[in-house]
C-alpha cells in the first residue's frame, strides 16, 4: 500500500487536453486532468514527479521526466512551469531602500519586472551555495540561480544583502 | 461600477480590445466587472483580460474569446505555487482561459466572486464592490499599497506625522527635559571651550612673557580645574536625566504595545505578514530607545558643538579655517564608504556566530540520537563546516579592521599636518599667536566625530520612522473581532448553538468551510469527525468567535455572536484543547487562570474532577509547584490534567475539546477521558476527535469532509447509513485488530 507506484512512458500515455490541462491514460483507466507536483522543487527539477488527479490524490510517479519522448517533455515543462511559476533574476537594474522595504527592478527570463519586498528574514533567502530566492509582498518568488554570475553592478546592489 | 481596480481595467483596455468588442456589439458601459492578469499564454510577463457583462464574458489574451455566461457552468481561480490558474467549466471539460501571477490573485479571486452573482443572475449592488476597495489604496494620492498587509505608500509615507507622534511621548516629562536641554547646552559650550583655554589662554597669555595672565599658573589650573568639574557634573546630570527619561518613555511605549497585542484579533497574529511586524516589535522598541537615548540628544549636542566650532574658528582666523575644514570632507567621504563594508561583516560576523550556536544547541540537544545512530562523526564535520566560515570572516574582519584603520589615522594626521604647516607658517609671519594655532588643531579633531554622525543621521533617522511606523501601526490596527458597543449581556449561557448557512475562510477567496447548517441543543455532546485539514478546528474556532464570520450567522441562545458581549461569551465556553498551554506560575494559578478569584477548594476540588489532585500532591510541592521555562516539566497527561482542571474550574456552559486525549498512552488516556466525562455532563460539547472510540458518549455526530457536512446523525443512524463515518470505523477497527495482532 505504500509502496511508490511509479509510472513510466511506457505505461502511461500523457496528453493536452482541450481545455489546456494534461490528461493521462494508463491502461484501462483514463484521468481527463491530472497534475505534476516535485518532491524536490528546489534540488531535482526533473525526479520524483507526483502525477495527482483532480481531487488530488497520487496517481503515481515519474522518477525521471527526461526518460519521456520530447513531446511529452515539452507537455511536462510546461505544466509544471504554469505550476512553479518562478523567473530567473538576469540583470538587476536597481534596489532602492526605503521605509522599510526595498523596491527592485530587474530582467527575469520572462521579461523585466518590477517588484517589492519586505526588509526582513524570510523575503531574501539564501538556500544553497550562491543560489537565492526572493520573495515579494505578494508572495511571488524570483530566483538568483547563482549571485557570483550576476554581472557586478548587480552584484554591488544585492551584496549587503547576503 | 463603483470599483477603483475594476473601473481602472476598464478604462484602460487597449484599442484592439475596444474594436473586438465593438464587433460583438458590446460597449464599454455594459461591462459589469473586470480584472486583468500579468502573464501572457506563454507564461511570459505580459498582460491579460477578463471582462464580463450581464450575458457574456470576454478573455483576451493574445486573441480574445466570448462565452455566453450560460455556457460557463462554473468559474473558478486555481492557486498554484506563486500564481493561479482562472479555470471554467464548460460542457463538463475544465479550460484554462488564463494564468496570473500572485500580484493579481487577489483581483481574479473578487472577479470569480462578483461572476457567480452574475451567474445567478442577481444585480450587483455598491456593496458587492467594496469588498477589497480602499483599504488597497493610499486614500490621499489614490496609489495601490504595494504591500496589502501594511497600509504604507511610499509617496506620502509622512515622517514628519511620525516623528511628532514619537514626540508626543515627551511632553509628559518637561521639567527633565528642560534640564536636559540646559545641560546639552552648557556641555557644548564647555566642549568648545576647552580647546580655546588649552590654546589661546594658556600658550598666550599665560605662558608668554608679557602676557595677560602670565605666570599665574596656579590660577591657570584652578581655573581648569573648575571647568572639567563643571562638565563632569554637567555630563552627570544630563546622563541620569536621560537615562531615566528614555526608560520611562520606552515603558510607556512598550506598555501600550503589549495593550495593543492582547488587545487584536487571532486573526493578526495568524496572518504571515503581520506576523513578522510583531516579530520585529521588540527590535522596534530598541530603535526608538536609541533614538531617545543617543540619537536625538546628539544631533543637538553635535549640531551645535559644530555651529559653535565654526563661528569661533572663522572669527579666529577665516583663512586657517578653511584650511583646517577643507580635508575634513575627504575624511568623511572615505569613512562613509568603509564603514558600510564594516558593518555588513561584522553582520555576516554575527550571523555565522549565531548559526555555529545552532548547531551546538542542535547537536547537544539530540546527543541521544546522534549516539543512537552513530553520528559523531558526521556532527563534528557539520560543525567543522560552519566552524570554517567563521574562522573565514572573524579573519578578514581582523585584517580589514587592522589595515583599514591605520590608513585612515595616517590621512587624519596628514590632514593634521596640513593645518599645522600653515599655521606655523602664519605664527612665524607674526599673523597669528602659537596659542591659536593650538586651538585650531583641538577644533580640527573635534570636528570629525560630530561631521561623521551627521552624514549617517540620514539612514539613521528614517530606520528610526520605519520602525515607529511598525509599531503605530499595531496600536492603531483596529481588531477584525470587536464587540459592539451595544453588545447584550448574558450572564448565563443556556448553551443552544445555531449554526446557520455559515461560510468561511482565513484568507479571502480561500474557504475552508461551505455553507454549514445545523443545530445543537443545550446540554447535548456533538462529535466532530473528519480528516485532517476538514475544517473541525475552524468550527471550533467560529464557534468561540476567534474569528468572525462574513457569511451566515451563529447564533447561541438565539442570539448572533456578533451581538453578545464578548467577555460574557469568552467567560462561559471552556476549550481543552490537544496542545495544552501553561504559563509561568504556580500549578494553582495555572488552574485558576480563567477564574483568578478562585478559592483553594474549588481550585482542589477541579483538580479532583480532572484526575490532576493525585499527581500534583505527589510533588513536593504540591499546588505551589512552579511551572515554566526554569519550573517543573510536566509530561503530556499531566499538562493536558492542569487544563481540563481549567475548563472545570472555568464552569463553562460550552465546552470545545479538540483532540483532548490525541498523543496519550492507554493508561493515560483512560484517565483523562474520565476526567472529560465528568466535564461534559450537563454542558453543550463541541468534541473533535480522531480516534472515533473516544466520542462514544457523543449524542449526535457531525462528520466534515473538504469543508462541508456530509453526515449529521446518532452513532447507529450513521452506521445504518454506510456512509463516511461507517467507513472510517471500519477502518479504525482494522487498525485496532492489527494492533492487537502484533
Redesign the interface.
Known amino acids: 500500500m505504500n509502496e511508490i507506484k511509479y509510472i513510466t512512458s511506457e505505461q502511461g500515455e500523457f496528453y493536452k487536453?482541450?481545455?489546456?490541462?494534461l490528461g493521462l491514460k494508463i491502461g484501462e483507466k483514463g484521468y481527463?486532468?491530472v497534475s505534476l507536483v516535485r518532491s524536490f522543487?528546489y534540488t531535482h527539477l526533473h525526479n520524483f514527479i507526483s502525477i495527482r488527479d483532480?481531487e488530488n490524490n497520487e496517481i503515481g510517479i515519474i522518477e525521471d521526466i527526461l526518460t519521456f519522448p520530447e513531446n511529452i517533455i515539452e507537455l511536462f515543462n510546461?505544466e509544471l512551469?504554469?505550476?512553479?511559476?518562478?523567473?530567473i533574476i538576469k540583470n538587476i537594474y536597481s534596489v532602492k531602500e526605503?521605509?522599510?522595504?526595498s523596491?527592485w527592478n530587474v530582467l527575469?527570463d520572462?521579461?523585466?519586472?518590477k517588484?517589492?519586498i519586505?526588509r526582513?528574514n524570510?523575503s531574501f533567502i539564501n538556500v544553497k551555495d550562491n543560489r537565492v530566492m526572493v520573495i515579494?509582498?505578494?508572495?511571488?518568488?524570483y530566483e538568483i540561480s547563482d549571485y557570483e554570475e550576476l554581472d557586478s553592478k548587480s552584484y554591488r546592489l544585492i551584496?549587503?544583502m547576503l | 461600477m463603483s470599483n477603483i481596480i475594476m473601473d481602472e481595467v476598464i478604462n484602460n483596455l487597449p484599442e484592439n480590445i475596444y474594436q473586438i468588442l465593438k464587433l460583438n456589439k458590446i460597449e464599454k458601459k455594459d461591462l459589469l466587472i473586470a480584472a486583468k492578469g500579468d502573464?501572457d499564454s506563454d507564461?511570459?510577463?505580459?498582460a491579460s483580460w477578463v471582462l464580463a457583462t450581464a450575458t457574456d464574458m470576454i478573455v483576451a489574451t493574445e486573441k480574445s474569446l466570448i462565452y455566453h455566461i450560460e455556457d460557463i457552468e462554473d468559474l473558478s481561480n486555481e492557486k498554484?505555487?506563486?500564481?493561479g490558474?482562472l479555470?471554467a467549466t464548460i460542457a463538463g471539460?475544465?479550460?484554462?482561459l488564463c494564468?496570473f501571477?500572485?500580484?493579481c490573485?487577489r483581483d481574479f479571486g473578487f472577479f470569480v466572486k462578483l461572476f457567480k452573482k452574475l451567474k445567478e443572475g442577481k444585480e450587483l449592488s455598491p456593496e458587492d464592490f467594496e469588498d477589497n476597495e480602499m483599504p488597497m489604496f493610499c486614500p490621499k494620492c489614490r496609489t495601490r499599497y504595494?504591500?496589502?498587509?501594511r497600509k504604507?505608500c511610499?509617496k506620502c509615507?509622512d515622517k514628519r506625522a511620525i516623528f511628532l507622534r514619537v514626540m508626543s511621548y515627551l511632553p509628559k516629562y518637561k521639567i527633565e527635559l528642560f534640564f536636559m536641554l540646559l545641560c546639552m547646552f552648557a556641555s557644548s559650550i564647555l566642549n568648545i571651550a576647552i580647546p580655546y583655554i588649552g590654546g589661546n589662554i594658556l600658550f598666550d597669555k599665560v605662558l608668554k612673557a608679557g602676557g595677560e595672565y602670565y605666570g599665574e599658573i596656579v590660577f591657570f589650573i584652578m581655573l581648569m580645574f573648575v571647568i572639567k568639574l563643571v562638565a563632569t557634573a554637567v555630563s552627570i546630570i544630563y546622563g541620569r536625566i536621560n537615562s531615566s527619561l528614555t526608560a520611562r518613555v520606552i515603558f510607556d511605549l512598550k506598555t501600550e504595545i503589549f495593550g495593543a497585542l492582547q488587545r487584536l484579533s487571532l486573526s493578526f497574529y495568524n496572518n504571515n505578514?503581520t506576523g513578522?511586524l510583531m516579530n520585529?516589535v521588540n527590535g522596534d522598541a530598541m530603535h526608538l530607545q536609541y533614538f531617545f537615548h543617543d540619537g536625538a540628544p546628539y544631533f543637538i549636542v553635535n549640531f551645535i558643538t559644530m555651529v559653535g566650532i565654526f563661528v569661533v574658528m572663522i572669527t579666529m582666523n577665516w583663512k586657517l579655517a578653511l584650511i583646517t575644514i577643507l580635508p575634513i570632507p575627504i575624511i568623511i567621504y572615505i569613512l562613509k564608504g568603509f564603514f558600510?563594508k564594516l558593518l555588513?561583516m561584522f553582520n555576516r560576523m554575527f550571523r555565522r556566530g549565531g548559526n555555529l550556536n545552532s548547531i551546538i544547541n542542535d547537536s547537544l540537544n539530540g546527543s541521544r540520537v546522534v549516539k543512537a545512530f552513530g553520528k559523531e562523526a558526521s556532527e563534528v564535520s557539520r560543525f567543522s563546516k560552519t566552524n570554517d566560515g567563521v574562522y573565514q570572516i572573524n579573519m578578514d574582519l581582523g585584517q580589514m579592521v587592522q589595515t583599514a584603520f591605520p590608513l585612515l589615522y595616517l590621512m587624519m594626521g596628514f590632514s593634521g599636518l596640513i593645518v599645522w604647516g600653515y599655521g606655523s607658517w602664519l605664527v612665524v609671519n607674526g599673523e597669528m599667536t602659537f596659542g591659536s594655532l593650538i586651538t585650531f588643531t583641538g577644533y580640527g579633531a573635534m570636528l570629525i566625530g560630530p561631521l561623521q554622525f551627521m552624514t549617517q543621521i540620514t539612514q539613521w533617522w528614517?530606520d528610526c520612522m520605519?520602525s515607529a511606523?511598525?509599531i503605530f501601526e499595531i496600536m492603531d490596527t483596529v481588531p477584525e473581532v470587536e464587540e459592539k458597543s451595544d453588545a447584550i449581556r448574558i450572564p448565563s449561557i443556556k448553551g443552544n448553538v445555531e449554526i446557520k448557512d455559515v461560510s468561511f475562510g482565513y484568507e479571502p477567496n480561500n474557504p475552508v468551510l461551505h455553507n454549514l447548517n445545523f443545530k445543537v441543543n443545550s446540554g447535548e455532546m456533538i462529535g466532530i469527525v473528519g480528516h485532517s485539514g476538514a475544517g473541525k478546528s475552524t468550527l471550533t474556532n467560529i464557534i468561540t468567535r476567534l474569528y468572525d464570520v462574513k457569511e451566515g450567522a451563529i447564533n447561541i441562545d438565539g442570539i448572533n455572536i456578533k451581538d453578545l458581549s464578548l467577555k460574557d461569551l469568552h467567560s462561559q465556553i471552556g476549550m481543552v484543547l490537544q496542545e495544552t498551554f501553561l504559563f509561568i506560575g504556580t500549578v494553582a494559578e495555572n488552574i485558576a487562570y480563567a477564574k483568578p478569584e478562585a478559592t483553594m477548594k474549588e481550585i482542589i476540588e477541579a483538580a479532583k474532577v480532572a484526575n490532576a489532585h493525585d499527581f500534583i500532591l505527589e510533588l513536593p510541592e504540591g499546588y505551589d509547584t512552579i511551572i515554566g521555562s526554569r519550573g517543573k516539566n510536566f509530561s503530556g497527561g499531566e499538562k493536558q490534567r492542569i487544563s481540563i482542571a481549567r475548563a472545570v474550574l472555568l464552569n463553562p456552559n460550552i465546552l470545545i475539546l479538540d483532540e483532548a486525549t490525541a498523543s496519550l498512552d492507554t493508561e493515560t488516556e483512560k484517565l483523562i477521558q474520565e476526567a472529560l466525562e465528568k466535564l461534559i455532563k450537563g454542558r453543550t460539547t463541541f468534541a473533535i476527535a480522531h480516534r472515533l472510540s473516544t466520542l462514544r458518549n457523543a449524542d449526535r455526530l457531525v462528520v466534515i469532509e473538504k469543508g462541508k457536512i456530509e453526515e449529521l446523525g446518532t452513532h447507529e443512524e450513521l452506521i445504518r447509513s454506510k456512509g463516511t463515518y461507517y467507513k472510517l470505523l471500519q477502518k479504525q477497527k482494522e487498525a485496532l485488530k492489527l494492533q492487537g495482532v502484533s
Open positions: 487536453n482541450t481545455g489546456g490541462f481527463p486532468r522543487p483532480k510546461e512551469n504554469r505550476r512553479y511559476f518562478l523567473p526605503e521605509y522599510g522595504y523596491y527575469t520572462l521579461g523585466n519586472k517588484f517589492t519586505r526582513d524570510y515579494d509582498v505578494d508572495g511571488n518568488r551584496e549587503l | 502573464l507564461g511570459n510577463y505580459g498554484v505555487i506563486a500564481g490558474l479555470v471539460l475544465d479550460s484554462i494564468s501571477s500572485n500580484t490573485a504595494d504591500d496589502p498587509a504604507i511610499p509615507f505578514q513578522t520585529n558600510p555588513v528614517s520605519n511606523s511598525r
